[in-house]
């Protein structure tokens, strides 16, 4: 079977840092992605990590490790706009297909 | 950048009748498009995988012939809801996967929200 766990929701106050992490068990494993949605909204991508390490853009970064099936998503400098859901995402295959986890919702305070 | 789009964004049927959800790849042309159904406060369930001028490959337990997917070109799938219900009201999204893409990622459309009455 295929399985991503997530925590389903995380709350932090502006201006804070917060890690959310992904453990996955799939057959086949190509990558690890990382998605926001904004209610209402349609997912947009955030990063894509295949080899293990830290990926860093702007105030996210992302980081796997696949001898631990674990990844996750450091987001820094928090700003009410980070208030979404985040999912992983594992590509499976060559085709691009992914297996989505069950979504984190941050709520950003002020 | 890779921009996806999706029509209508918003539709509501009878029940019994058919839609069709149109996912253009606007800017690059995709190998592979994919179908994702998404309930409320739930995650994106893929229904299907999409390959130009092949049929498409549905997920265990999606009907293939009442979610009905034709991928007529390389920038161009379309999903046809056959004869909708009201379980069938959902968020549908599709997205793309570029041609010799570096990033090895998705492109998704806006989304189209389904209401079967």
């Known amino acids: 079977g295929q399985s991503l766990e997530q925590p389903s929701e995380v709350t932090a106050v502006e201006g804070a840092i917060v890690q959310i992490n992904c453990t996955y068990q799939?057959?086949?494993?190509?990558?690890l992605s990382w998605y926001q949605q904004h209610d209402g909204g349609a997912p947009t991508f955030l990063s894509y990590n295949a080899l293990d390490g830290l990926e860093e853009t702007g105030r996210f970064s992302s980081f796997l490790s696949r001898s631990d099936s674990y990844g996750y998503l450091l987001l820094q400098e928090l700003q009410m706009k980070d208030s979404a859901s985040y999912f992983c995402a594992v590509r499976v295959g060559s085709s691009y297909k992914l297996i989505f986890g069950s979504g984190t919702r941050l709520l950003v305070r002020p | 950048g890779a921009v996806v789009s999706q029509h209508p964004s918003w539709v509501i049927c009878k029940s019994g009748t058919s839609v069709k959800i149109e996912c253009r790849s606007l800017?690059?042309?995709?190998?592979?498009m994919f179908w994702y159904r998404q309930f409320p406060k739930q995650s994106l369930m893929l229904m299907a995988t999409?390959?130009?001028?092949?049929?498409?490959?549905?997920e265990q337990g999606v009907e293939k012939d009442k979610f009905l997917i034709n991928h007529a070109s390389l920038t161009l799938s379309t999903l046809t809801v056959t004869s909708a219900h009201p379980e069938d009201s959902s968020f549908y999204i599709c997205?793309?996967?570029?041609?010799?893409?570096?990033?090895?990622?998705?492109?998704f459309g806006p989304g189209t929200r389904l209401t079967v009455l």
């Open positions: 799939t057959s086949g494993f190509y990558g």
């Open positions: 999409s390959n130009e001028g092949s049929k498409a490959t549905y």
């Open positions: 997205s793309a996967s570029r041609l010799a893409s570096s990033t090895d990622t998705q492109y």
């Open positions: 800017d690059f042309q995709a190998t592979t």
